[in-house]
Protein backbone atom coordinates (compact mmCIF):
# COMPACT_ATOMS: atom_id res chain seq x y z
CA UNK A 1 0.00 0.00 0.00
CA UNK A 2 1.30 3.26 -0.95
CA UNK A 3 1.83 5.64 1.37
CA UNK A 4 0.01 9.46 0.54
CA UNK A 5 1.90 12.62 1.35
CA UNK A 6 0.11 15.51 2.26
CA UNK A 7 1.61 19.35 2.27
CA UNK A 8 0.86 22.39 4.00
CA UNK A 9 -0.96 22.37 7.86
CA UNK A 10 -2.57 18.90 7.45
CA UNK A 11 1.51 17.31 6.92
CA UNK A 12 2.62 19.92 10.21
CA UNK A 13 -0.09 18.59 12.28
CA UNK A 14 0.61 14.55 11.20
CA UNK A 15 4.37 15.55 11.93
CA UNK A 16 3.92 16.96 14.98
CA UNK A 17 1.14 14.20 16.46
CA UNK A 18 3.90 11.79 15.48
CA UNK A 19 6.05 12.77 17.54
CA UNK A 20 3.47 14.14 20.10
CA UNK A 21 5.19 15.55 22.86
CA UNK A 22 3.01 18.35 24.87
CA UNK A 23 4.71 21.50 22.53
CA UNK A 24 3.49 19.53 19.78
CA UNK A 25 -0.01 18.46 21.07
CA UNK A 26 -0.50 22.54 21.90
CA UNK A 27 0.57 23.06 18.48
CA UNK A 28 -2.38 21.48 17.21
CA UNK A 29 -4.79 22.23 19.82
CA UNK A 30 -4.58 25.76 19.35
CA UNK A 31 -5.82 25.70 15.87
CA UNK A 32 -9.55 24.94 17.86
CA UNK A 33 -11.35 28.45 18.32
CA UNK A 34 -14.55 29.50 17.88
CA UNK A 35 -13.46 30.87 14.69
CA UNK A 36 -11.94 27.25 13.19
CA UNK A 37 -13.41 26.56 9.49
CA UNK A 38 -14.74 23.08 9.24
CA UNK A 39 -11.94 21.85 7.21
CA UNK A 40 -9.49 22.93 10.19
CA UNK A 41 -11.18 21.14 12.94
CA UNK A 42 -11.04 17.75 10.37
CA UNK A 43 -7.25 18.00 10.10
CA UNK A 44 -7.03 18.88 14.24
CA UNK A 45 -9.30 15.49 14.48
CA UNK A 46 -7.07 13.52 12.38
CA UNK A 47 -4.05 14.73 13.19
CA UNK A 48 -4.89 13.35 17.08
CA UNK A 49 -6.15 10.31 15.77
CA UNK A 50 -2.74 9.56 15.29
CA UNK A 51 -0.93 11.02 18.80
CA UNK A 52 0.28 7.66 20.40
CA UNK A 53 2.92 9.18 22.66
CA UNK A 54 2.39 9.15 26.29
CA UNK A 55 3.24 12.62 27.05
CA UNK A 56 0.81 13.80 24.42
CA UNK A 57 -1.72 11.94 25.61
CA UNK A 58 -1.14 13.49 29.19
CA UNK A 59 -1.38 17.37 27.54
CA UNK A 60 -4.69 16.06 25.42
CA UNK A 61 -5.60 15.07 28.91
CA UNK A 62 -5.13 18.32 30.26
CA UNK A 63 -6.82 20.10 27.53
CA UNK A 64 -10.34 17.85 28.33
CA UNK A 65 -10.46 19.53 31.88
CA UNK A 66 -8.23 23.07 31.25
CA UNK A 67 -9.53 23.74 27.20
CA UNK A 68 -11.85 25.95 25.92
CA UNK A 69 -15.39 24.21 24.92
CA UNK A 70 -14.13 23.16 21.95
CA UNK A 71 -10.74 21.92 22.73
CA UNK A 72 -12.47 20.21 25.71
CA UNK A 73 -14.88 18.65 22.90
CA UNK A 74 -12.53 17.50 20.72
CA UNK A 75 -10.35 15.61 23.29
CA UNK A 76 -13.43 13.91 24.28
CA UNK A 77 -13.59 12.05 21.17
CA UNK A 78 -10.23 11.48 21.49
CA UNK A 79 -10.61 9.67 24.57
CA UNK A 80 -13.64 8.27 23.48
CA UNK A 81 -11.96 6.48 20.29
CA UNK A 82 -9.31 5.35 22.60
CA UNK A 83 -11.79 3.79 25.03
CA UNK A 84 -10.81 5.71 27.64
CA UNK A 85 -14.48 6.26 29.49
CA UNK A 86 -12.88 6.96 33.36
CA UNK A 87 -11.23 9.98 31.99
CA UNK A 88 -14.46 11.35 29.90
CA UNK A 89 -16.55 10.24 33.00
CA UNK A 90 -15.06 12.19 35.29
CA UNK A 91 -15.16 15.25 32.57
CA UNK A 92 -18.44 14.79 32.29
CA UNK A 93 -19.44 14.19 35.70
CA UNK A 94 -17.48 18.03 36.39
CA UNK A 95 -19.77 19.30 33.57
CA UNK A 96 -16.80 20.60 31.23
CA UNK A 97 -18.24 18.38 28.57
CA UNK A 98 -22.53 17.63 27.85
CA UNK A 99 -23.58 14.34 27.31
CA UNK A 100 -23.26 13.98 23.40
CA UNK A 101 -19.78 15.01 23.93
CA UNK A 102 -19.69 12.31 26.66
CA UNK A 103 -20.98 9.35 24.54
CA UNK A 104 -19.53 9.95 20.93
CA UNK A 105 -17.20 8.36 19.38
Known sequence: MKKI???????????????????????????????SSLPMTRYVDF???????????????FYLFHGSLIQRNYCSLFFNRRGDWP???KAFQLGLIDEIQAYSR
Open 5 to 35: KFSGILQEFINKANNGNSQDIDFIIKHLTTE
Open 87 to 89: VVK
Open 47 to 61: ALSLVKNEAGIRQLE
